[in-house]
């Protein structure tokens, strides 16, 4: 006997407007970094856009996985993967920011 394919449930209207007001603000968030990437160049604010990016993905995997194309287990998988990446490019900005000599620039990407 074979399983009949359900559709999938229909997302609570909250948990919509949460993930609508997170992947806008995520995004203007990159939107933002991204604009000062281009004005300074440098390699921390590169690895600013990437973690924000990061958290944008973030914004994204949970909404395919509450739309049912990703199953849970990939879901829970992807959201860690994604906040060790997040958390090590954060890392990396405050690494490379604070290597500068305080007097000089840091150099450009």
């Known amino acids: 006997m074979r399983p009949v394919a359900h559709a999938a449930p229909s997302p609570d209207p909250g948990?919509?407007?949460?993930?609508?007001?997170?992947?806008?603000?995520?995004?203007?968030?990159?939107?933002?970094?991204?604009a000062a990437?281009?004005?300074?160049?440098?390699r921390s604010y590169l690895l600013v856009v990437l973690a924000l990016a990061a958290l944008l993905a973030r914004t994204l995997v949970s909404a395919l996985a509450m739309f049912g194309p990703l199953d849970a287990g990939l879901h829970?998988?992807?959201?860690h993967a994604l906040d060790a990446m997040l958390a090590t490019f954060?890392?990396?900005?405050?690494?490379?920011?604070?290597?500068?000599?305080?007097?000089?620039?840091?150099e450009p990407l």
């Open 90 to 106: 954060l890392l990396g900005a405050i690494y490379y920011a604070r290597s500068a000599a305080p007097s000089a620039p840091e």
């Open 76 to 79: 829970h998988f992807a959201e």
């Open 15 to 34: 948990l919509l407007g949460v993930h609508l007001l997170a992947g806008v603000g995520s995004g203007l968030l990159l939107a933002l970094a991204v």
């Open 37 to 42: 990437l281009g004005q300074r160049g440098s």
